[in-house]
């Protein structure tokens, strides 16, 4: 049985990393991508001969393009890719300047497409699948997100754009939007107020583990999801069902 390969961006840290590990143990060879690369060596490292890791800021066309072409010559093959790589500014709309409006943007978005189109000839010869990781904020609007909630809501439209367009090559697209996450980055920066507040506000009482969005991620790129395309799907324990309902009026 040739060995399956993906592609994961931002696969330093956090979901991406999460990704690649559970790849891994699947038996998936993954190709791991970030523009952080003393960070990537060092994810890199405990996955001796599954993985090779190559430096790329996913927002640069050329950068993108010469990734892609090592990958495939290092594997010869792509079977997945995972859009991983994203940044987050937050801040209130007038104080959201242009440029970080096209920070976020140039990350979010425009390295999706790019990284995406780059690969689309190599997913074709293996009817490979393409998950995008999006965001809850991309479903729902926030205070503070203009730029962030923006940027993932066109990952959504883009995803559906994708499967549209790509199915009849046998690619299959999808997008994930994890909820909040207990992140080494969000319990940095988020008040035990913010935590108490998230928890009363999803169903399930807690943040989500990037392990377990990662499952949904390689559950997606899997044999086992080989009908399901265009779809987007909240990892967010029942956030965005709650829409903006009080916690409060949920208790009787």
Not at 196 to 220: C, K, S, W
Request: net charge negative.
């Amino acid at each position: 049985m040739t060995e399956k390969v993906a592609l994961v961006t931002g696969a330093a840290r956090g979901i991406g990393l999460a990704t690649t590990r559970l790849f891994v143990d699947a038996g998936w060879k993954v190709a791991m991508v970030d523009r952080d690369l003393d960070e990537l060596d060092i994810a890199a490292a405990e996955f001796d001969e599954a993985t090779a890791d190559f430096a790329c800021d996913v927002s640069d066309p050329k950068a993108v393009d010469r990734m892609v072409v090592a990958v495939t010559d290092r594997f010869g093959r792509i079977d997945a890719l995972v859009n991983n790589a994203g940044v987050a500014d937050f801040a209130p709309i007038e104080k959201t300047d242009f440029a970080m409006w096209r920070r976020v943007m140039e990350t979010n978005l425009d390295g999706v497409f790019l990284v995406s189109q780059a690969t689309v000839p190599a997913l074709k010869k293996t009817g490979g699948a393409i998950v995008n990781i999006a965001s809850i904020s991309g479903l729902r609007a926030s205070t503070l997100r203009v730029a962030y909630g923006t940027s993932k809501a066109a990952v959504i439209q883009l995803t559906k754009q994708q499967a549209a367009e790509l199915g009849e090559d046998g690619i299959r697209a999808n997008c994930v939007c994890p909820g909040p996450v207990r992140t080494k980055l969000a319990m940095a920066v988020h008040s035990q107020a913010i935590i108490d507040a998230y928890h009363d506000a999803i169903p399930l009482n807690r943040y989500g583990t990037e392990t377990e969005i990662a499952e949904v991620i390689v559950f997606l790129c899997s044999d086992k999801a080989s009908y399901v395309t265009g779809q987007i799907i909240a990892a967010d324990g029942g956030f965005e069902s709650t829409g903006v309902g009080l916690p409060a009026l949920r208790q009787g």
